[in-house]
Structures are given as structure tokens and as C-alpha cells.
């Protein structure tokens, strides 16, 4: 697909190209702590996997992938897709990962949850996003009851923690009319505190 980068205001994704291969890039693919619940923790990631996983985003089948970006800055902490585009149905598949440790924590997925629901709704005309989260990853599983996701099934044991172990996957959707709500109500809430902060300092 055509790059596509979008602003948000702490965070940027830029169209994730082959030159964001680095060794910062490679060393997440493969560190426990990042891959702990993705699904390359079980191939050896090296820069030939990388680059061939990148330039599939790049060809015929309509998906996206982008480089969480701090404003300001270069070089991507994370990496966002939305994939499994399926225009029929209208639904998409968003995908995440922060890499750089220091960032989790510091709103990067939430913000890039929320522009690429906002790209997904309003730019390519989606009526369903969806997401998947292992049932042990809290934190995500946090974000996306936060940012208004619904909770819609649970697949038992599909995934493995680590031979013998197995844990739920939680299956998360979102329909552009909820999403759509919820920024009316964010921006009626962001309207009544800048009034409430303006007849404060006139008091």
C-alpha cells in the first residue's frame, strides 16, 4: 500500500519502510520481554525475516504498518499494523507492539490505538475494527476496555506460554458508530473542563 502517516499529539506513525529495519528494530523481535506474547518469539528473527514480514505491507493486499514515533523524534519505539482488511464485511485487524521498554506505560498505545481507529473509521470507511490480546497481558487488555473496546469472546488455550502452558486469548471489537460516540463524549468532556478552567480563573 501507499505510505500513510498520521499525527497525533504526543506520538506520530510513520509508514514503517525497510530502512527502519534496524538493530534496535531486530533486538525487540527477539527480546523475552517484548516478544512474550507474539507470535515471532518462536522463529528466530533476523534482518532477511524482518525485511521480507515489511515488504508484504507493501504489495497488492490492502494493510498498513507504521513506526510509533515520539513527536519529534526519528526513530520508532513500536510498530502499529492494521491488516486482514476485508472490505466486504468492513472490518480490519489492528495489531501493536512497544518496543523500547521505557515507553510502556507512556500512553504510546493508547494514542496509537486511537489514530488508527480514527484512520480506520473516518479515512478508509471500516465498521468494525478488531483486536486480539493474550489473557495474561494486563496490560493491553486494560487499554482496550479503556479506548471502549467490547470484549467478544474468549478462544481457551490458544495460546502457548511455553511448552506445557497455555493461556486464553481474548478477542476485542470495536464498530465505528461506538467509536464515534465515544470521541463526541471525550470532546463534550474536553469542551465543559476548558469551560469550568475559564470561569475558575474568573472568579
Not at 513527536?71 to 491488516?83: D, F, I, K, S, Y
Not at 521498554?101 to 468494525?128: M, P, Y
Not at 497455555?166 to 461506538?178: C, K, N, P, Q
Amino acid at each position: 500500500m501507499e505510505p500513510v502517516s498520521l499525527e497525533g499529539k504526543h506520538f506520530a506513525l510513520v509508514s514503517f519502510t525497510e530502512k527502519h529495519i534496524t538493530e534496535s528494530y531486530l533486538r525487540w523481535l527477539n527480546d523475552p520481554g517484548v516478544n512474550r506474547f507474539l507470535e515471532v518469539r518462536f522463529v528466530p528473527q533476523t534482518r532477511e525475516t524482518a525485511r521480507a514480514y515489511v515488504r508484504s505491507f507493501y504489495e497488492s493486499e490492502e494493510k498498513y504498518m507504521w513506526g510509533i514515533c515520539p513527536r519529534g523524534q526519528a526513530e520508532p519505539v513500536g510498530t502499529a499494523t492494521l491488516a486482514f482488511i476485508a472490505r466486504h464485511h468492513g472490518s480490519g485487524v489492528l495489531g501493536l507492539m512497544i518496543g523500547e521498554q521505557g515507553f510502556w506505560g507512556k500512553g504510546a498505545s493508547d494514542e496509537a490505538i486511537e489514530l488508527i481507529a480514527d484512520f480506520a473509521f473516518e479515512r478508509l470507511g471500516l465498521r468494525r475494527v478488531m483486536a486480539t490480546s493474550v489473557a495474561l497481558n494486563h496490560g493491553m487488555n486494560f487499554t482496550f476496555k479503556r479506548l471502549g473496546f467490547t470484549l467478544e469472546g474468549k478462544l481457551r488455550e490458544a495460546n502457548c506460554v511455553k511448552p506445557g502452558t497455555y493461556a486464553d486469548v481474548f478477542s476485542w471489537g470495536i464498530l465505528a458508530r461506538e467509536w464515534r460516540g465515544r470521541s463526541r463524549e471525550r470532546c463534550h468532556a474536553g469542551a465543559e473542563g476548558s469551560h469550568h478552567q475559564a470561569k475558575s480563573q474568573k472568579m
